[in-house]
């Protein structure tokens, strides 16, 4: 006994005294506020993505320049869109292929690189990206295409655990960041395109040893491991056959592709679900839970606590899988989530109840609004595709053309929330798509959507807009018009300032109240990925990811031709004020 407790003091003493502070739970818990380091995707669990920091604000921010860039090389671009996180002087940036540095955040040096050996037969439906690492004591953790996860010493990029989450043969791969919140590692997974049943898992950051799964297709069982490993069952998702007929659930889609939020006053994590599979919808009469919903899970227990579903029965893809952001409003504590189906909703945080809920793209032609009071959407019968096996000769259903398209009023590219001025920021996009339905049947790894699609451009307009959104009132308060779509995430800061990128290649700013453009600069390639903030030694610096790439390219149809100019890179950019 008092050999291990020397042992443990020994332990504290030794972290304390290299000055190389282990990132604690504790630590992530109050990123939001603690302006030194970025330890999590969103700078905060909640994701509002706000930095109390003014050095750099609508005055000063004309002198805003580059301190250093990087490179991440080789003949690998495609899509970045991944969100640097900062610790102990290092940053650490993941890449496209499953590629991740370490980089001395003052200088730019490179520390190290670690190249995730991927397989042949991988299937990531919507490019070769990477959203971020996590970081818990001395590993940075991230998730990888052939849906591994992967822990790496911080100061020397070794492996010090990797765990399989799927099989990649099935479709299933892994992209977003994953979550660090109540000492447990929380990560979801991608492949609703090829019929991947979506869950969330809490693992222990330090070992990868799981501590429990929670499926979100109604009718699975969720599992519970205890220290040894042994599995015991922890109660059916939903009610099976509830919102399912037959046997579609059992590859029913829902994935958790986009990762999730977490809130420490409700003790909830928040993860959003894609689209149910088939796409047919005429295949799974009912809503198909809990697909392109919210999902609330009680970490400790691994229950879904509430969930509310923004599209039932969804004939359009519009993947809920969009961050939920926590906030207060009215006393309350409540969250936002801008959807893919171009419906802005604010629910209560502890119990799902719908408070709110307002278009915030200017074309929608599935729903003619959401009922406050049953929480339901009023559907456009009209505008769901045809059932193919109502057509002459069953191979093709009737098409619609349907708006937003379903790369979505907003996709993965996260909105930020200021305190300071009570709005959102919302990157948005204005498109519709031809949309169709076609038989299918499930077969493992092959695509299973049952539909076609060609996205359309409304008119010769901007198809993006980044919007300042009033979540109490629903009113767009400004609006920056961008003529490509935009994808790469927001962020905003006490200088009353808004930080985002465009494929065009540049990284932003605008005055935060205003939405006045007071500054820009060019990347060299699109920018698809979130901007971040931080101070060292008096100097506050902000960092951005660039190289174009991602969805839109590879599945826009005409949107795709409209920015076939763009260049591909890969690079992150670091500025700080001009002395
Ligand atoms: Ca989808």
């Known amino acids: 006994m008092r050999l291990k407790l020397l042992a443990t003091l020994m332990a504290i003493g030794f972290a304390a005294g290299t000055a190389q502070a282990v990132v604690t739970q504790q630590m992530i818990d109050n990123d939001a506020s603690e302006t030194k380091e970025v330890l999590s995707w969103g700078l905060g669990n909640q994701g509002q993505r706000f930095s109390p920091l003014k050095q750099v604000n609508v005055q000063s921010v004309k002198k805003l320049v580059p301190a250093w860039s990087f490179s991440f090389g080789g003949e690998k671009q495609r899509g970045q869109e991944s969100q640097p996180v900062i610790h102990n002087g290092k940053m650490f940036v993941t890449a496209s292929y499953s590629r991740i540095y370490a980089l001395d955040a003052k200088s730019g040096a490179k520390l190290w690189k670690y190249e995730h050996r991927l397989p042949e037969g991988i299937m990531p439906c919507c490019d070769v990206i990477n959203r971020g690492a996590a970081l818990f004591d001395n590993l940075v953790i991230f998730m990888t295409l052939d849906a591994q996860i992967v822990a790496l010493d911080q100061n020397t990029g070794d492996v010090v655990w990797k765990e399989k989450i799927e099989d990649y043969a099935s479709g299933a791969s892994a992209s977003a960041a994953p979550l660090v919140a109540g000492g447990l ?18 693992r222990n950051p330090k070992t990868g040893q799981l501590v429990w799964t929670r499926p979100t297709v109604e009718g699975h069982m969720g599992y519970k491991y205890d220290k040894d490993g042994n599995k015991s069952e922890n109660g059916i998702s939903g009610t099976l056959n509830k919102s399912w007929a037959g046997d579609l659930w059992k590859t029913g889609g829902a994935t958790t592709w986009l990762g999730g939020t977490y809130d420490s006053k ?62 207060d409003m009215d006393g309350k504590r409540v969250g936002g989530k801008a959807d893919r189906n171009g419906f802005f909703y604010v629910n209560d945080a502890a119990t799902g109840q719908l408070l709110n809920a307002f278009p915030f793209v200017k074309k929608i032609t599935w729903a003619t609004g959401i009922d406050l009071k049953t929480g339901r ?27 937003p398209s379903f790369l979505g009023g907003k996709n993965q590219m996260p909105m930020a929330y200021s305190p300071a001025t009570k709005l959102f920021y919302v990157p948005s996009n204005e498109w519709g798509m031809e949309i169709w339905n076609e038989p299918v049947t499930y077969k493992k790894g092959a695509a299973y959507m049952g539909a076609g699609f060609t996205i359309k451009t409304l008119n010769d307009n901007p198809i993006g807009a980044l919007r ?45 109240t205003t939405g006045k453009v007071v500054w820009e600069f060019q990347t060299g390639s699109g920018v698809v990925a979130p901007p971040v903030t931080w101070d060292v030694d008096g100097e506050q610096f902000v960092a951005v990811v660039s190289g174009w790439g991602g969805a839109v390219p590879l599945w826009g149809g005409d949107v795709a031709k409209r920015v076939s100019f763009l260049e591909q890179g890969g690079s992150v950019w670091v500025f700080k004020l001009m002395k």
């Not at 990560?187 to 979506?198: A, K, L, P, R």
């Not at 009680?298 to 969930?307: C, R, S």
């Not at 096996?389 to 069953?394: I, L, M, Q, R, Y």
Request: aromatic share 12%; net charge negative; with cysteine.
């Open 266 to 327: 409700t003790g909830l994590a928040y993860f959003g679900t894609g689209n149910p599979a088939p796409w047919n919808s005429h295949l799974r009469k009912g809503d198909n839970l809990f697909s392109c919903s919210t999902v609330a899970l009680d970490i400790k227990t691994g229950q879904i606590k509430w969930h509310y579903q923004n599209t039932p029965n969804d004939a359009w893809d519009f993947d809920g899988a969009n961050e939920f952001v926590t906030f």
């Open 185 to 202: 590692l929380l990560t979801g997974i991608s492949g609703g395109e090829f019929g991947v049943v979506g869950r969330v898992e809490a």
């Open 468 to 512: 300042a959104i009033n979540p109490k009132t629903g009113k767009i308060e400004w609006e920056v018009p961008n003529n490509a779509p935009l994808w790469g995430g927001v962020l905003t800061t006490a200088g009353n300032l808004v930080f985002w990128g465009t494929p065009e290649g540049f990284l932003k700013a605008a005055d935060a």
């Open 377 to 403: 959407p009023n559907f456009v019968p009209e505008n769901r595709a045809g059932d193919p096996t109502a057509s002459a000769d069953g191979a093709k259903g009737k098409s619609v053309f349907a708006a």
